[in-house]
């Protein structure tokens, strides 16, 4: 069966932190890119970070210096360390896994919520 499972979300007061988790499939993570986009009420979906099999990193610049991604590769597991958040970053955070030319795979989703 192939599926994302994230979790970590929840409700932190600005400039809390919170650290996401998705675990993945065996087979939708070894030498997948894996990364988390985010979608507020309203917006559309963004890529928040992405990190290859590689090790290779990207993160959106509103994030940058902030959010840190991560990826356990024995425990099929990627993190995303969110640091001094802030209310716009409220949103349903996704987890992707993609491998060119064509697969990509989401989870359902975990709420974070920035609010004092």
């Known amino acids: 069966q192939v599926q994302l499972v994230e979790s970590g979300g929840g409700l932190v007061q600005p400039g809390g932190s919170l650290r996401l988790s998705c675990t993945a499939s065996?087979?939708?993570?070894?030498?997948?890119?894996m990364g988390w986009y985010r979608q507020a009420p309203g917006k559309q979906r963004e890529l928040v970070a992405r990190?290859?099999?590689?090790?290779?990193?990207y993160y959106t610049d509103s994030v940058k210096g902030r959010f840190t991604i991560s990826r356990d590769n024995a425990k099929n597991t990627v993190y995303l360390q969110m640091n001094s958040l802030k209310p716009e970053d409220t949103a349903v955070y996704y987890c992707?896994?993609?491998?060119?030319?064509?697969?990509?795979?989401w989870g359902r989703g975990t709420q974070v919520t920035v609010s004092s």
């Open positions: 990190i290859t099999s590689s090790g290779s990193i």
């Open positions: 065996e087979r939708i993570f070894s030498g997948y890119a």
């Open positions: 992707n896994s993609k491998r060119f030319p064509g697969a990509d795979y």
